[in-house]
């Protein structure tokens, strides 16, 4: 199909032959449409339904444990490689691939709210460009998504090093710790405000990466295989998502959350192991990959067009999509490919071998 092409091609400007991890780019496209519905519930012409707004942290949880998976995986390929984690390489690696267009973002929201066409809440361009607007609880709307990237950023801070200053297996014992300690901090997080923003985040994050510590053994457990090969496999996912519309917070928080982490988890272990089959080929369809790969700029750029408070016309269903997708395109071919492009140019002076694009 036409339009396949015209995917793989967009692909291919960005990231080149990279190796594409099956499936992963599909899950984050179903990531990314459940915050556009969250967002998009209450916007003019369009339906307001307190179903579809629970849908948006979801997909973010979604976006988390993907991320802690693929950044696991490469941490742990370069120390099988090279016996070590060069932090300087991959500090550089997630600099250049994340913080040119979210400072795009940041510069065009600036110059809209000088000219009064939007309005940030006092301090939020200081919490977003240092990555702190997790702690920020009077966030305005037009960056106040940027939440989420603060908190995997700064739990990317730390793993790296921990992960190379600490043996595998006490790696394995940190992150299971933080597993059991989420629902603590959610329930506590009310008492201590901001301070426990990105702990009660950090075991979503902490589930990807423990599933890539641990794939090779837990498909070597009998049970687990049995219910990855299980007709009624669907049924985690189903958890997954019923867990998050418990109507009890308090049970949400101590139960709800940590279910979901792990349900979505296995949720992406059989995803990519089963590319063949009929939901495998579905997420690894060039059109459906390719809105996962875009669904960064997406992210960054839904927020302003996709706000229930606006009466203005591009705010307005279906207009809001169609451009919160021309600035999503827009933001990859401008900022994201050729800031790509360029640590790849700067990666092949270190070595002759380009490591995996992150």
Same mark, same amino acid.
């Given at each position: !199909?036409?339009?396949?092409?015209?995917?793989?091609?967009?692909?291919?400007?960005?990231?080149?032959?990279?190796?594409?991890?099956?499936?992963?780019?599909?899950?984050?496209?179903?990531?990314?449409?459940? @915050?556009?519905?969250?967002?998009?519930?209450?916007?003019?012409?369009?339906?307001?339904?307190?179903?579809?707004?629970?849908?948006?942290?979801?997909?973010?949880?979604?976006?988390?444990?993907?991320?802690?998976?693929?950044?696991?995986?490469?941490?742990?390929?370069?120390?099988?490689?090279?016996?070590?984690?060069?932090?300087?390489?991959?500090?550089?690696?997630?600099? !250049?691939?994340?913080?040119?267009?979210?400072?795009?973002?940041?510069?065009?929201?600036?110059?809209?709210?000088?000219?009064?066409?939007?309005?940030?809440?006092?301090?939020?361009?200081?919490?977003?460009?240092?990555?702190?607007?997790?702690?920020?609880?009077?966030?305005?709307?037009?960056?106040?998504?940027?939440?989420?990237?603060?908190?995997?950023?700064?739990?990317?801070?730390?793993?790296?090093?921990?992960?190379?200053?600490?043996?595998?297996?006490?790696?394995?014992?940190?992150?299971?710790?933080?597993?059991?300690?989420?629902?603590?901090?959610?329930?506590?997080?009310?008492?201590?405000?901001?301070?426990?923003?990105?702990?009660?985040?950090?075991?979503?994050?902490?589930?990807?990466?423990?599933?890539?510590?641990?794939?090779?053994?837990?498909?070597?457990?009998?049970?687990?295989?049995?219910?990855?090969?299980?007709?009624?496999?669907?049924?985690?996912? @189903?958890?997954?998502?019923?867990?998050?519309?418990?109507?009890?917070?308090?049970?949400?928080?101590?139960?709800?959350? /940590?279910? !979901?982490?792990?349900?979505?988890?296995? =949720? @992406?272990?059989?995803? !990519?192991?089963?590319?063949?089959?009929?939901?495998?080929?579905?997420?690894?369809?060039?059109?459906?990959?390719?809105?996962?790969?875009?669904?960064?700029?997406?992210?960054?750029?839904?927020?302003?067009?996709?706000?229930?408070?606006?009466?203005?016309?591009?705010?307005?269903?279906?207009?809001?999509?169609?451009?919160?997708?021309?600035?999503?395109?827009?933001?990859?071919?401008?900022?994201?490919?050729?800031?790509?492009?360029?640590?790849?140019?700067?990666?092949? /002076?270190?070595?002759?071998? @380009?490591?995996?694009? =992150?």
């Amino acid at each position: !199909m036409t339009l396949d092409r015209v995917c793989l091609a967009l692909r291919s400007y960005g990231f080149g032959k990279q190796r594409i991890i099956p499936s992963l780019d599909g899950l984050r496209a179903i990531s990314i449409v459940f @915050v556009l519905l969250a967002h998009l519930s209450g916007t003019h012409h369009f339906a307001d339904s307190h179903l579809l707004m629970s849908l948006g942290e979801f997909g973010v949880r979604v976006f988390f444990i993907i991320s802690g998976y693929l950044i696991t995986t490469i941490l742990l390929e370069d120390l099988q490689r090279k016996g070590s984690v060069s932090l300087i390489r991959f500090y550089f690696r997630r600099t !250049m691939r994340l913080f040119p267009a979210a400072y795009f973002l940041i510069l065009v929201m600036a110059i809209l709210a000088a000219m009064k066409f939007v309005q940030l809440e006092r301090r939020d361009l200081l919490f977003a460009l240092t990555y702190t607007m997790n702690y920020n609880e009077t966030r305005g709307w037009p960056l106040g998504h940027l939440w989420s990237l603060a908190v995997e950023e700064q739990f990317y801070l730390l793993w790296p090093l921990t992960l190379r200053s600490m043996p595998r297996l006490q790696s394995k014992r940190l992150l299971l710790a933080i597993l059991v300690l989420g629902p603590v901090f959610r329930i506590t997080s009310p008492y201590v405000g901001p301070a426990f923003n990105f702990l009660r985040w950090s075991d979503a994050l902490a589930t990807g990466c423990l599933l890539a510590m641990m794939r090779d053994e837990l498909v070597a457990i009998p049970g687990y295989a049995r219910l990855l090969a299980s007709r009624w496999f669907f049924l985690v996912s @189903v958890a997954a998502l019923a867990a998050n519309y418990i109507p009890s917070t308090k049970v949400e928080w101590l139960v709800g959350e /940590t279910i !979901m982490n792990i349900a979505i988890a296995i =949720s @992406v272990d059989w995803a !990519m192991r089963n590319a063949d089959t009929l939901p495998g080929r579905f997420l690894n369809q060039p059109t459906i990959s390719f809105i996962g790969v875009l669904s960064y700029s997406l992210y960054l750029w839904q927020q302003f067009f996709l706000d229930r408070s606006s009466d203005r016309w591009y705010c307005a269903f279906p207009s809001n999509v169609a451009l919160a997708l021309v600035m999503a395109l827009v933001s990859y071919l401008i900022i994201e490919a050729p800031f790509l492009r360029l640590r790849k140019t700067i990666e092949r /002076t270190w070595s002759p071998t @380009v490591a995996k694009e =992150s």
